[in-house]
T-cell receptor, first 116, second 112 residues
Framework: GAVVSQHPSRVICKSGTSVKIECRSL??????MFWYRQFPKQSLMLMAT???????TYEQGVEKDKFLINHASLTLSTLTVTSAHPEDSSFYIC???WGRGAQEQFFGPGTRLTVL | AQRVTQPEKLLSVFKGAPVELKCNYS??????LFWYVQYSRQRLQLLLR??SRESIKGFTADLNKGETSFHLKKPFAQEEDSAMYYC??????????????FGKGTKLTVNP
């Protein structure tokens, strides 16, 4: 199957700093990439959907100025958590898909963010 | 609103026993449904989707539009089936964006 990587796998940062997480589709062109957040022992919550070359569509309640998403190419999307606070600590997962309509999403391994 | 409900947070069965993980959905259109699985320390991966009507690792799921259900079944559970299982609904918003809504997941434990 198709492979999605994320970097870094875990990051610890100080409160007030910004952190960038990369999501890459290694062997396919992801026309759409998704960013999810997963709290401990809970399900995945969609944060935003991004299509290559266009602005991301954020879910209700997700601050677009705090969680900056860039989908510059068909193989790379980045999520930047700006001015991070301890409540932003979480597991962030990206996925990619191609085509439209009931396509399988290929998930990255996730990034564990801890804000001190 | 689109919603996926997995009523069981935890499910424990013995090896060789049948297993059924329940999933109900709420969607006014024609649903596209998936089961994703997450084994321990691994990423989320697709188990099966209803449109392909295939059996993966002995699991099957039938879409029942009358009951708005997409339950996952396996006649004889194996220890390696122990994992977190998520039911998911794919749909397009009015704005044309594709979304995948997940249920809260069911943790299946298959005991020896």
């Amino acid at each position: 199957g198709a492979v999605v990587s994320q970097h870094p796998s875990r990051v610890i940062c100080k409160s007030g700093t910004s952190v960038k997480i990369e999501c890459r589709s290694l062997d396919f062109q992801a026309t759409t990439m998704f960013w999810y957040r997963q709290f401990p022992k809970q399900s995945l919550m969609l944060m935003a959907t991004s299509n290559e070359g266009s602005k991301a569509t954020y879910e209700q309640g997700v601050e677009k100025d705090k969680f900056l998403i860039n989908h510059a190419s068909l193989t790379l999307s980045t999520l930047t958590v700006t001015s991070a606070h301890p409540e932003d600590s979480s597991f962030y997962i990206c996925s990619g898909t191609w085509g439209r309509g009931a396509q399988e999403q290929f998930f990255g391994p996730g990034t564990r963010l801890t804000v001190l | 609103a689109q919603r996926v409900t997995q009523p069981e947070k935890l499910l424990s069965v013995f090896k060789g026993a049948p297993v059924e993980l329940k999933c109900n959905y709420s969607y006014s259109g024609s649903p596209e449904l998936f089961w994703y699985v997450q084994y321990s320390r691994q990423r989320l991966q697709l188990l099966l989707r209803h449109i392909s009507r295939e059996s993966i690792k002995g699991f099957t799921a039938d879409l029942n539009k009358g009951e708005t259900s997409f339950h996952l079944k396996k006649p004889f559970a194996q220890e390696e089936d122990s994992a977190m299982y998520y039911c998911a609904l794919s749909f397009f918003t009015q704005g044309g964006s594709e979304k995948l809504v997940f249920g809260k997941g069911t943790k299946l434990t298959v005991n020896p």
